[in-house]
């Protein structure tokens, strides 16, 4: 119980000091000894830990907790605090280790954990696309209107290529745009790969950590794509918006759809950083939370990290993928068919990520339900 005598002296009572040289005691014979119980000294194979023994520990734990976070609100016991809190440190570690490498883990965080962090953030992810989807809307009824406005619209290389209405309003013009690289060889085409891969992981990368200013620039970035994508279909309407669309769909897909799954993961660190608490939900179940750990802003966005690490590793290889397409198929004679039909195939994994991820995350509930009782 807090101490609640009416003019508290600066020396800390008895009772508290007795549960904290309890607590360095128990810490000191569990470390030299192992978790065995005083009656059990050695087995073949060591001290193994005993129910009984874990529970008095941890109870001793939390008793010394809930005191320290008392003491926190005493100035006049501030003085006690950092040895306190070094006891404190080494009990946590001692009941709460961080669990060691094995590929069983890896397998269950790659199988269950990766696609169930997808489906627990998809209104994350929605909203990504909402933005990137309004801001293509918007360009494209504006750039309709009025094609100068693409100049404001279009990355810089390509309006730094040629005026936009010399390059897109003349078929001869278009077809050049739409079958520009087909002549290059391997060598110019792996170049080229290579460099989309870097450039666009770098972007997503920006779009991803950009959360932890509130998002800002993730929208910023989620509505610049979406200009950008809006107002290049406005230019070729309707006559070659087909022919736009085998160019640009194979490579388009798994890139767009990587930079909204970045954008998603930094709404969510947006939102961590708005409220650190929404982490807790789940975080027990993959581990990344220790039962009982407070949630602060430090806490927070460590485990929202360490939730969001697979993302980070899905949204890398979609981009080595979209690269490669870019470079070697849209450069390429394929027909059209070809090129939509693989379009269509690059929308499969992302659909079976997030189906999958519905399917894990229950799992993963229902196992730590099972746990619980």
Same mark, same amino acid.
């Given at each position: 119980m807090p101490y609640t005598g009416k003019q508290p002296s600066s020396q800390l009572p008895a009772d508290y000091r007795q549960v904290?040289? @309890?607590?360095? !005691?128990?810490? =000191?014979?569990?470390?030299?000894?192992?978790?065995?119980?005083?009656?059990?000294t050695t087995q073949e194979d060591g001290p193994v830990a005993t129910v009984d023994t874990i529970t008095q520990f941890g109870h001793l734990y939390l008793k010394a907790s809930a005191i320290f976070a008392w003491v926190r609100y005493q100035p006049q016991w501030h003085g006690f605090m950092?040895?306190?809190?070094?006891?404190?440190?080494?009990?946590?570690?001692?009941?709460?280790?961080?669990p060691g490498f094995s590929w069983s883990a890896l397998g269950r965080f790659v199988a269950f954990e990766v696609p169930?962090?997808?489906?627990?953030? @998809?209104?994350? !992810?929605?909203? =990504?696309?909402?933005?990137?989807?309004?801001s293509a809307f918007v360009a494209f009824w504006l750039v309709?209107?009025?094609?100068?406005?693409?100049a404001v619209f279009m990355p810089g290389a390509i309006r730094d290529l040629k005026e936009l209405d010399a390059y897109f309003f003349s078929p001869q013009a278009r077809h050049e745009m739409l079958t520009y690289g087909r002549d290059a060889g391997l060598k110019v085409k792996t170049v080229f790969a290579v460099f989309l891969m870097q450039h666009n992981i770098s972007v997503a990368i920006q779009c991803f950590l950009s959360g932890f200013v509130f998002g800002v620039p993730t929208v910023l970035m989620l509505a610049?794509?979406?200009?950008?994508?809006?107002?290049?279909?406005a230019l070729f309407f309707p006559t070659d918006v087909v022919a736009l669309g085998a160019w640009l769909l194979p490579h388009g897909v798994p890139e767009v759809g990587a930079i909204l799954l970045a954008g998603g993961g930094g709404l969510r660190i947006a939102y961590t950083?708005?409220?650190?608490?929404?982490?807790?939900?789940?975080a027990q179940d993959a581990g990344h939370l220790k039962p009982g750990a407070a949630i602060g802003l430090?806490?927070?966005?460590?485990?929202?990290?360490?939730?969001?690490?697979?993302?980070?590793?899905v949204v890398a290889a979609m981009l080595v993928?979209?690269?490669?397409?870019?470079s070697f198929v849209r450069q390429s004679t394929a027909s059209d068919s070809v090129r939509y039909f693989l379009a269509i195939v690059s929308v499969v994994p992302i659909v079976a990520l997030f189906t999958w991820g519905a399917v894990a995350d229950d799992r993963l509930k229902r196992q730590q339900c099972e746990r619980l009782t």
């Open positions: 904290f040289s @309890r607590l360095k !005691h128990a810490l =000191a014979t569990i470390q030299a000894n192992g978790w065995a119980p005083s009656d059990q950092a040895p306190m809190q070094r006891v404190l440190v080494e009990a946590n570690v001692l009941l709460y280790p961080e169930a962090r997808f489906w627990r953030d @998809r209104y994350f !992810h929605l909203a =990504a696309a909402v933005i990137c989807a309004t309709l209107g009025n094609f100068e406005l693409a610049e794509t979406g200009m950008m994508l809006g107002s290049l279909p950083m708005l409220n650190p608490g929404s982490v807790a939900e789940g430090g806490v927070a966005l460590q485990t929202v990290m360490r939730q969001l690490s697979g993302t980070v590793v993928w979209a690269g490669f397409v870019e």
